[in-house]
């Protein structure tokens, strides 16, 4: 079965530095790969969607990437600020749309 | 506020008691998914319907779940003699058809379940 794998391990960066996240897949090329924000307490937030033919999509201070040889996706907040602190969570989904989730890398951006 | 509602916000309950959470879906949104989420945990899927139909229950939902979206409208989740396995967020999506593949899920805040 698939299973998604995200850095367990906090990422501790200072306002202004890129973060990078990366996001891991087992098996099969999902279709698309979607990436959500969730804040202690919250739901999570959806971010951006990248598709199996994409290499590369961007939102903002957001970039996501789609490597299918590495089975991997990488996700960067370029200039974090400390608003940015959160867990973001990886996951890829069936074709019926259900979410296979990894397990988030927490963010900490300090001032 | 149109987006996803969840009720209640926090449960606490006794084991072996039953407890039932309530979502109210985007009202244009005719798929409506189930999440639990631990701690340190991403959210992992329960079940989800569409319309009033319900599609797919995983694995993780034991007989003592259950799910219904009478109506295709809101959704409730059962918990039947909970245990102390069962503490956790439960969390509730819904989207447009396709959501979660071609369209985002839209969460709500999630009801947090303590088994005591």
């Known amino acids: 079965s698939q299973k998604i794998e995200q850095n367990s391990e906090a990422l501790n960066i200072q306002e202004g530095k890129t973060a990078t996240l990366t996001c891991n897949y087992t098996n099969y090329s999902p279709a698309y790969l979607q990436w959500y924000r969730q804040d202690p307490g919250r739901g999570p937030v959806f971010l951006l969607l990248?598709?199996?033919?994409?290499k590369e999509k961007r939102k903002e201070r957001l970039k996501v990437t789609f490597d299918t040889t590495l089975k991997q996706s990488l996700f960067h907040i370029t200039a974090s600020q400390p608003a940015d602190s959160a867990t973001y969570l990886c996951?890829?989904?069936?074709?019926?749309?259900?979410?296979?989730f990894g397990a988030g890398t927490q963010v900490v951006v300090t001032p | 506020d149109t987006g996803v509602s969840q009720d209640p916000r926090h449960k606490i309950t006794k084991r072996g008691q039953n407890v039932t959470f309530r979502c109210d879906p985007i009202s244009e949104h005719n798929r409506l998914y189930w999440y639990r989420q631990t701690l340190g945990q991403g959210p992992e899927f329960l079940t989800y319907f569409q319309n009033e139909a319900q599609l797919e229950k995983s694995r993780l939902l034991s007989d003592r779940f259950s799910a219904e979206r009478p109506k295709g409208s809101f959704s409730t989740l059962e918990i039947q003699r909970t245990e102390q396995g069962d503490s956790a967020m439960y969390l509730c999506?819904?989207?447009?058809?396709?959501?979660?593949?071609?369209?985002?899920?839209?969460f709500g805040p999630g009801t947090r379940l303590t088994v005591l």
């Open positions: 990248i598709r199996e033919n994409e």
């Open positions: 999506a819904s989207s447009l058809e396709g959501g979660g593949l071609y369209n985002e899920q839209f």
């Open positions: 996951a890829s989904a069936d074709s019926w749309g259900k979410l296979q």
